[in-house]
């Protein structure tokens, strides 16, 4: 992945590390570090995201079925915004110790924004989020949503292939 992937890979992926740390294979150090970092744009070294092992390796198996040699911004979308609530449920079975809902990706019209953080409106209802992975989030703006952050804006025809994923009719 280049440094541009790897950021949008870890905009998606981060919300979901708190997880990671109850389970131990990462920091709440580590974690803010890498969200502070990619909040600016910047990119943690190389690897940072090897911790997401599921979602590298999903994210593999979509390149190679692409036909790509490598992980790029159209693999990552493809994962999480229509690919990773499947995964979410599959793993839900197995581990038992996230909450699947929160953990899905969601399409969603932002109502209001205030202070880094915006009042989105989901099929969950109208939620707050934080928006410091999308910091230029405007009221009317859509966007995608993960845990408790706005990850990052989307036009109408991917909310719409979104709300069709398989996750919209699995909750």
């Known amino acids: 992945m280049n440094a541009e992937d790897r950021i949008l890979f870890l905009r998606y992926a981060l919300p979901c590390a708190s997880t990671l740390v109850k389970r131990g294979s990462t920091t709440q150090e580590n974690v803010d570090r890498m969200t502070g970092m990619v909040s600016e744009g910047i990119a943690p070294e190389d690897g940072a995201e090897k911790i997401f092992k599921v979602a590298i390796a999903m994210c593999n198996s979509i390149a190679r079925r692409m036909g790509k040699d490598t992980i790029d911004a159209e693999v990552i979308r493809r994962y999480f915004l229509m690919e990773h609530s499947e995964v979410v449920?599959?793993?839900y079975g197995l581990m038992g110790d996230f909450d699947p809902v929160?953990?899905?990706t969601y399409p969603g019209k932002v109502i209001s924004?205030?202070?880094g953080f915006a009042v989105v409106e989901t099929r969950l209802?109208?939620?707050r989020y934080k928006t410091v992975l999308a910091r230029d989030t405007k009221e009317g703006d859509l966007v995608s949503v993960h845990y408790d952050f706005v990850i990052e804006?989307?036009?109408a025809q991917t909310a719409e292939e979104m709300r069709h994923a398989s996750h919209e009719k699995r909750d």
Do not use: H, V
């Open 89 to 91: 449920d599959e793993r």
């Open 125 to 127: 209802g109208s939620m």
């Open 153 to 155: 804006k989307i036009d």
């Open 113 to 115: 924004t205030d202070g």
């Open 102 to 104: 929160a953990c899905k």
